[in-house]
């Protein structure tokens, strides 16, 4: 299985409840989904690809295939989650989308690359480099518990990312 984000993983740990209805969006492999389906969500995952979504499975773990970049086909208009996780995925027009399916007091875990990062590596196309303290601004009708801007050290992977905890007092 693929490592957790070490955000995510920290996110997660301090929200004192572990259960309710978790939403894993942009999945990909589903590293995030199968670790909130082990420690008690039930975790909807969704992806645009079909092999990403058929590459895993677990207990409690709903997979649906869809564009969300699509927003008249958004498919999450009915179920509020108590939890939503973003890794490595951006499109600044969906925010509103993904911000009105947080369940009120559910929490948002967010992480993703920011300035700094197409100087190293991918992604390099600026619609997916967040602007400093722009995940803030995106963000900002949640109320905030956490964010990093961040300069992520690892011998093999360095990368810029900015990372947000919030959650929905509205
Ligand atoms: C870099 S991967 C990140 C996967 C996962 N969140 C993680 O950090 O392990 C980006 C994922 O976004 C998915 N994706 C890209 N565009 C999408 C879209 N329009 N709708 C749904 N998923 C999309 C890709 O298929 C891919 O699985």
Redesign the pocket.
Known sequence: M?KI?NWVEYCVTSIPNKRGFAL?L????G??SIYLSYLGFKVLS????KD?LNSFSGTNIKKLL?????KENWPLTKIKFDIIV????L?RSIFPLILNSLALGGFLIYETFSEGQQKIGKPKNPNFILQPKELLSLCSTTSLIAYEEICAINPSNHSFKQRIFSCNVR
Do not use: P
Request: with cysteine.
């Open positions: 693929y984000s894993d942009a999945c990909g492999l590293r995030h969704v992806d645009i690809n990403h869809k564009d969300i970049e699509n973003v890794t490595n995925f499109n």
